[in-house]
């Protein structure tokens, strides 16, 4: 079982950063692929980033891509997601994910991962 908790987020404006955080509970977080999604009102979560269980792999939505990096700290069990020149698309609430896996696999739909975390909300202002 993996409890997960996100924070970090708020509001910004347009082109401002925000860095989001997400702390993993238990013993095994290294066993685990972690993701983020987003979802806005009415809409389907959606991929954004995800990073294998050794940090040596990661995948990232078209939409996010050159400006999301995501990391994660093992010894800490928490992973990031670095938020740079936000637009006021990126806002909805985010969430972490888990999947147990220590492979290469780097899982994208929501349907692949185990445990999620609650959201947080991440509002960018034109």
């Known amino acids: 079982q993996v409890q997960l908790v996100e924070s970090g987020g708020g509001l910004v404006q347009t082109g401002d950063s925000l860095r989001l955080s997400c702390a993993a509970s238990?013993?095994?977080?290294?066993?685990?692929?972690m993701g983020w999604f987003r979802q806005t009102p009415g809409q389907d979560r959606e991929f954004v980033a995800t990073?294998?269980?050794?940090?040596?792999?990661?995948y990232y939505a078209e939409s996010v891509k050159g400006r999301f990096t995501i990391s994660r700290d093992n010894a800490k069990n928490t992973v990031a997601l670095q938020m740079n020149s936000l637009k006021p698309e990126d806002t909805a609430v985010y969430s972490c994910?888990?999947?147990?896996?220590?492979?290469?696999?780097?899982?994208?739909?929501?349907?692949?991962?185990?445990?999620w975390g609650q959201g947080t909300q991440v509002t960018v202002s034109s």
């Open positions: 238990g013993r095994t977080f290294s066993s685990y692929a």
């Open positions: 994910a888990a999947r147990r896996s220590r492979t290469v696999i780097l899982p994208t739909k929501t349907s692949e991962y185990d445990y």
């Open positions: 990073i294998s269980w050794s940090g040596d792999s990661r």
